[in-house]
């Protein structure tokens, strides 16, 4: 379960007025299928195909070693996030995942070091196939490991809209291809095949993942999670104070999610309105409590633009390892946390910081995980999601497209 807290003012009549307004634009988006991200919880179908792939290449996947994800943004930041956040559980195959995601030739070199094509799965994904970090890296994982050998061709699965550039490629080649649906974005894609199927082959229960995600969704429409609308709200009515968001989150597990969050709340909110005029919200992502010795100080007596949220996890789950009940020469100072759970002691830093923040008149909110587990990771993702689009609509944007990403690749067309 996820447990969430807020500083932020209380709701006034005129306020309420707008969270209704908000909701009916939210409920209006998710009938409209205006995204198709709101169906990805409460669909079959990224299960279906990847439990289909899987039974097809059996004797590929019993033998895999080596995962290669070649994608870029959305295509990767998301899975990236999950398996950051979810790799310390059990079921956790011993598969190395991958990624090709940046065409700078250090990493890609590093990326594929000692990756044989014998014990590797490359999986491709695109909505189109034409990004050109992705074909590129893709031609030359093809060139290179020679993949288009009918003994290779196997290794290669791509998740792409159906009916894509890519698809068709896939389709002449006789090279395997799970299809998405047109009206997912990238970077709401995690919850499709884009996620499930590459959690599914590491060995997580992608269903509970899912399930987390359909909860969160349920409530949220069901009006049993209004904070949801509540922070969107207060965080766009404040644009002007407080222009940047700072997720802090209080594990090294999450550093990944931070990134995710980061695209999802740039790339969606940062636009022109339909007035237009310029608007967007700042996103910063900081790893407690590693960022208390490094950004804090700028949040706590810098500008006051920046509302924090904390994200922490309940220690009482985790009561190993401790702090060893040991004093040492001029160092007494610290052992007042002899005794105590790494867990604890890293709760309550964040605490400390929160509090902190707080007497500063900085705007705080905080979202509390009891464990970690496939379940709290899909409700985490999903409430983003809505957070990001209930915010979309406060600020009367497109949430789900990204002309000025466009303008760029137009650019560097015509460079070439």
């Keep these: 379960m996820l447990e969430f807290t807020h500083s932020f003012a209380h709701t006034t009549k005129d306020d309420t007025r707008c969270l209704t307004q908000i909701f009916e634009s939210i409920t209006k988006e998710r009938a409209n299928q205006t995204s198709g991200y709101y169906a990805l ?21 019993t033998k895999l070693k080596n995962i290669v994800i070649i994608g870029v943004g959305g ?51 695109s909505k189109s196939g034409s990004t050109i970090e992705t074909s590129s890296l893709f031609k030359y994982v093809l060139e290179t490991y020679n993949l288009l050998s009918k003994k290779h061709t196997s290794h290669i699965v791509a998740i792409t809209d159906e009916n894509s550039p890519l698809q068709k490629w896939c389709q002449k080649h ?18 499709s095949s884009v996620g499930i199927l590459p959690l599914m082959l590491l060995g997580y229960d992608v269903k509970k993942l899912l399930q987390g995600a359909k909860e969160l969704a349920m409530r949220f429409f069901d009006r049993k999670e ?29 550093k990944e999610f931070n990134a995710w969050y980061v695209q999802l709340w740039a790339e969606s909110l940062g636009k022109l309105n339909i007035h ?85 008149g900085i705007p705080t909110d905080s979202i509390v995980i009891d464990k970690i587990c496939e379940y709290n990771a899909g409700a985490l993702v999903m409430y983003y999601e809505l957070l990001t689009s209930c915010a979309g609509c406060a ?20 460079m070439f």
Aim: hydrophobic share 40%; aromatic share 8%; charged share 20%.
């Design 41 to 61: 919880p409460f669909s079959q179908k990224a299960l279906q195909d990847s439990q289909q792939y899987i039974k097809q290449h059996k004797d590929l996947i």
């Design 75 to 125: 295509s990767s930041l998301g899975l990236k996030a999950l398996d950051t956040m979810l790799s310390s559980l059990p079921q956790r195959n011993a598969i190395k995942l991958r990624f090709l995601e940046c065409t700078d030739c250090i990493a890609v070199e590093t990326a594929l070091k000692k990756v044989k094509v014998k014990n590797t799965l490359f999986i491709v994904i």
């Design 174 to 191: 006789k090279i395997a291809s799970i299809g998405i649906d047109k009206n997912v974005g990238g970077r709401f894609s995690v919850l």
């Design 226 to 254: 209004d904070h949801i609308l509540q922070k969107a709200l207060y965080l766009v009515q404040n644009r002007e104070q407080y222009p940047i968001n700072v997720l802090f989150s209080y594990s090294s597990i999450l």
């Design 276 to 360: 237009n005029k310029a608007v967007g919200l700042t996103p910063v992502g900081l790893v407690g409590s590693i960022d208390q010795h490094s950004f804090l100080q700028l949040i706590v007596q810098g500008c006051k633009d920046k509302s924090v949220t904390f994200i922490s996890l309940k220690p009482t789950h985790y009561p190993k390892p401790r702090v060893p009940n040991t004093t040492l020469t001029f160092l007494e100072s610290t052992d007042f946390a002899n005794g105590a759970s790494f867990a604890t002691l890293l709760d309550k830093q964040c605490l400390a910081t929160m509090q902190t923040l707080q007497a500063q």
């Design 395 to 414: 600020l009367e944007i497109n949430t789900y497209d990204q002309p000025g990403v466009e303008f760029g690749k137009t650019r560097l067309r015509e």
